[in-house]
């Protein structure tokens, strides 16, 4: 038994050092297309290799279609593009049933045609411009991994993963989504302008004329088997115990939650965010070459994963408090308190 386990230590010791330099490798190839936004990549990889799905939200014009079909291309993944527009119907996204004819029976049948939800990769694109109840189709493939025709399901191929972009809400044309669709998310990740430098950077590499191909780093089968080690990762029972007090003071509710939250906040966050926020530490670790969650992880992930299950009120929202005033104010206040 024990020499299994000593076997087991060392086999996850050598998927470390093969995740970090497939890290180094991927974000290489990466930098073919993409300038900057290396903050936006990392949580874009965290949220991959922990099974989270990931909410891009930024002006158009970022990158942020480039960035997530440059990411399938080097993971060597299925891709599918989904543009949500206001007239886009759920079986748009799942498929639908279609009348076929048996060439040699000659007899006619329904056959399920599957939508272009059936990929590893799916990028939602604009998905704040088409109403809630077509958002609402990708809740149970998010969720589930499955999709269900006329009470037959059929199972999305993992790893499946949902890569969507979204455009601020006082855009033109944009519809807020739904709560329940937005906890589906594991990130909400900021895509901001980029830097000066940077902006020299794209103009020239875009109206240069040459555009290297992006080669595969990880095949479907090792994103899984890292998917596996990622999970058996260990957390300290005080780790645990510290992002389940993190989550619980987001609840103006709460007896111990600070008093800008109660001033300040709503709805705090549910469950799935604790969940979520250990899950994605040990991404953080491995990624960056430990096997084991630090309180850096959880503090660095705060942010993406509660910005978006947090609930403003209106006091805040007139004084121009932002989500992320809070998150960061939250996090300095349970650390004196740890």
Not at 149 to 164: D, Q, S
Not at 284 to 292: C, H
């Amino acid at each position: 038994m024990i020499e299994v386990m000593e076997e087991n230590a060392s086999s996850d010791v050598l998927a470390v050092e093969k995740l970090g330099q497939a890290r180094q490798q991927i974000n290489l190839e990466l930098k073919k297309s993409i300038v900057g936004m290396e903050e936006v990549i990392d949580q874009v990889l965290i949220a991959i290799f922990s099974r989270g799905h990931v909410l891009l939200e930024g002006v158009p014009g970022l990158a942020k279609t480039l960035l997530i079909n440059s990411i399938a291309d080097s993971m060597s993944l299925s891709f599918s593009r989904i543009q949500f527009t206001p007239d886009l119907m759920p079986s748009d996204i799942t498929g639908t049933e279609i009348l076929r004819d048996d060439p040699e029976s000659g007899a006619r049948e329904f056959v399920f045609a599957k939508g272009p939800i059936f990929a590893n990769i799916v990028l939602a694109d604009e998905i704040n411009r088409t109403p809630p109840k077509t958002q609402a189709a990708l809740l149970e493939a998010m969720q589930e991994k499955k999709v269900t025709a006329r009470g037959v399901e059929y199972k999305l191929e993992p790893p499946f993963f949902v890569l969507a972009t979204q455009n601020p809400l006082d855009q033109e044309g944009t519809y807020s989504l739904p709560e329940a669709q937005l906890d589906r998310f594991m990130f909400k990740v900021h895509v901001e302008y980029p830097t000066l430098a940077e902006e020299v950077a794209i103009i020239n590499s875009v109206t240069g004329g040459v555009r290297e191909t992006i080669n595969s780093v990880l095949s479907s089968e090792e994103i899984i088997s890292m998917q596996d080690m990622i999970r058996r990762v260990p957390v300290a029972n005080h780790l645990v115990e510290y992002s389940a007090k993190l989550v619980r003071a987001t609840r103006p509710n709460e007896p111990e939650s600070p008093q800008f939250i109660k001033d300040w906040i709503s709805w705090g966050c549910g469950p799935r965010a604790g969940l979520n926020l250990v899950s994605a530490a040990k991404a953080r670790a491995v990624l960056n070459g430990r096997f084991n969650v630090a309180e850096e992880d959880i503090n660095a992930l705060a942010l993406p994963i509660f910005r978006h299950r947090l609930g403003l009120n209106f006091a805040a929202m007139s004084d121009g408090i932002t989500t992320d005033r809070v998150i960061k104010e939250l996090v300095e206040a349970v650390l004196v308190e740890a």
